[in-house]
T-cell receptor, first 113, second 108 residues
Framework: DVKVTQSSRYLVKRTGEKVFLECVQD?????MFWYRQDPGLGLRLIYF???????EKGDIPEGYSVSREKKERFSLILESASTNQTSMYLC????????????FGPGTRLTVL | GQNIDQPTEMTATEGAIVQINCTYQ??????LFWYQQHAGEAPTFLSY????GLEEKGRFSSFLSRSKGYSYLLLKELQMKDSASYLC?????????FGTGTRLQVFP
């Protein structure tokens, strides 16, 4: 079974704080993704990575950055958290191309006060 | 442009059959996924269609018509545990585009 884990299920931060969300997958997948999920807007892609140290912007990268130093780990960074970044953040991985079946982590519900 | 439409909410009774529709408009099309997401949990893969027709997998079936830009997920013999959101996602050339999901509530 593919397992994707995220460092926290719930996180509360203050405006302006730097926030790190960690994601680890154990299936040697090439591709990893970060989405945010908001009511009425569905899943929106923030960033993805197709190899170690490689990253590409998704549809809504503003205010975020990412890091992939190891194949199994993909981190999402909010340099200076803002209230409009309050959301559910989902990490996913896939073996094949970007459009291959994606396997999701349990999500991190981030609240920025 | 790219657009995926699903009903926002549906309700059904335990033991019944429900059909969740998804229509899409994309510049390229390479296949369509259905995912199930229980409240507060990760989306999990249900089905994938790339050719026209019906794919059956136990109580769940998924249908695709590429000419009509249309898919549906059919759930038979509904159980309470089927209460969840169902996400339609389209492979458009080099990206995966998700619909906003349909929240299904199953009542006894």
């Amino acid at each position: 079974d593919v397992k994707v884990t995220q460092s926290s299920r719930y996180l509360v931060k203050r405006t302006g704080e730097k926030v790190f969300l960690e994601c680890v997958q154990d299936m040697d997948h090439e591709n990893m993704f970060w989405y945010r999920q908001d009511p009425g807007l569905g899943l929106r892609l923030i960033y993805f990575s197709y190899d170690v140290k490689m990253k590409e912007k998704g549809d809504i990268p503003e205010g975020y950055s990412v890091s992939r130093e190891k194949k199994e780990r993909f981190s999402l960074i909010l340099e200076s958290a803002s209230t409009n970044q309050t959301s559910m953040y989902l990490c996913a991985s896939s073996l094949g191309p970007r459009t291959d079946t994606q396997y999701f982590g349990p999500g991190t519900r981030l609240t920025v006060l | 442009g790219q657009n995926i439409d699903q009903p926002t909410e549906m309700t059904a009774t335990e033991g019944a059959i429900v059909q969740i529709n998804c229509t899409y408009q994309t510049s390229g099309f390479n296949g369509l996924f259905w995912y199930q997401q229980h409240a507060g949990e990760a989306p999990t893969f249900l089905s994938y269609n790339v050719l026209d027709g019906l794919e059956e997998k136990g109580r769940f079936s998924s249908f695709l018509s590429r000419s009509k830009g249309y898919s549906y997920l059919l759930l038979k013999e509904l159980q309470m545990k089927d209460s969840a959101s169902y996400l339609c996602a389209v492979r458009d050339t080099d990206k995966l585009i998700f619909g906003t999901g349909t929240r299904l509530q199953v009542f006894p």
